[in-house]
């Protein structure tokens, strides 16, 4: 290769659809990292100053310049994003390209690839994302996507871009660049991100800054445990603890695997909302020491007492316990349903209650569809202005599914107490089988002893 001249050798590069010499040491492993990445969508979600945009319009060349007919999509938050942050990065590129390999047209959101065909095309997720909903993609990289306003978001990716991915054959069709949200907790990608592959990179992680420049950081951000850094440069979906109603709730360690819960006593907790806020339901188990929460439900104002109580009597539980009036308690008693009223006191002295026990790791809530709306409220939920009630959302409501929580958590003696009737909590008695050979023959003696005692009473 001492023949081939710098200039030989970037031809020769760019025919190949190599580009990764441009990248720094930050964005050669963020590349490498993406190659092994398997899913429909993934998410890397970066510290600041990681370079996004840039990598992002990078890869989205090198795809044009290795795929014939390509189309490919760079989503910014809108179009003044695109003419300040992304635009730049696609002229600098252009002016490094070799003659012939891209041509720049009329629009500076859209870019070329003579050479095999394929177009780049930057979009905004504002309203004016509308005018693309004719357009199909191959592939669609999204720009800080947690910063996309919360309605621009789920529009551009329900409505138009998986639309306009439906055709696509690639097995990767959405890579989300970006850095969580520091003005929306409860963002729905902050949700939809727990579904997919991710790759986390930290300002630890930055090989290209320096321990100097890191102190600086912590410092200018008033430290390493607030809100600021650990947003913009652990990559954490945090929570303004001032107003925070779980602070002491953490997705990584509060949020697990599901169980098989089928021997298991379960107990439910309702939450009236009446006609002004929402109604809410939770199932929990003792697994381990600890209250799993196994199913979560939420209905809006507007649902039916009938509706409720079909489902409530679908779900196979042990004990109900619910805050409801009296009117309504009736009217469930009608249809069937009966609940015990949970012991309550001061709210934020409940609320102490609640956090104490996730920071002793007493709650854990199974990661499952149907608990995704309690998870977004656990970690998002806030107080309003003067710290006296929960702030009302539109999403979240009155914070209802963390009120059923909390009652279900002040009732957890239904659980404990399933320890004397149930072993381990569990009702199912084939679950003895896969019990230690001490705890199985402690729990047959226990059973046995039922037995006689039941038998006596019958014979009397």
Partial sequence: MNDINQDQAKLLLWTMGDLSYLFNENQEVIYHE???????????LLARRFGKSYFAIIYAT??????????????????????KIVGPITDWLVAQAPEGFIKKTTSRFELL????????????????ADNYRGIGLDLAICEETASWEPPHYENMMVYILKPMLRKSKEKLKIIHVTTPSPKYVDHPFHTDMLKMPNLKLTIYDDK???????????????????HAFRIEYLCQVSRNEEVSVLPAFNVDSHVVEPVDYSPYYVLASYDAGGTRDHSAYVEGILYKNQIRIIHSKDWSPMTSIDEMSEYMLSRKVDKR???????????????GLHFVFPSKTNVEIMLTELNSAFRKDEIVIDFIDDNMLLIDECQAAQFNNNRTDFARTEKFGHCDLVSALNYLYRMRKFLKGAKNRYVEGIRDSEALSNMSSTAYYRAKVKQQKKKEQLQKLVRR
């Avoid at 993406?34 to 890397?44: A, P, T, Y």
């Avoid at 102190?215 to 607030?226: A, H, L, N, R, V």
């Avoid at 316990?321 to 249809?335: K, P, Y």
């Fill in 34 to 44: 993406l190659q092994q990445m398997k899913g429909r969508e993934v998410s890397l």
């Fill in 62 to 83: 090198m795809m044009c310049l290795q795929k014939g007919g390509f189309r490919i999509g760079v989503v910014a938050k809108n179009q003044e994003q695109v003419r």
């Fill in 113 to 128: 690839f003579p050479k095999t065909n394929s177009k780049l095309i930057i979009l905004g997720a504002e309203a004016s």
């Fill in 208 to 226: 290209t800054s320096t321990k100097e420049q890191i102190e600086e950081c912590i410092q200018d951000s008033g430290g390493e445990d607030t």
């Fill in 321 to 335: 316990i619910g805050d409801l009036s009296g009117q309504v308690e009736i009217e469930f008693a009608q249809r």
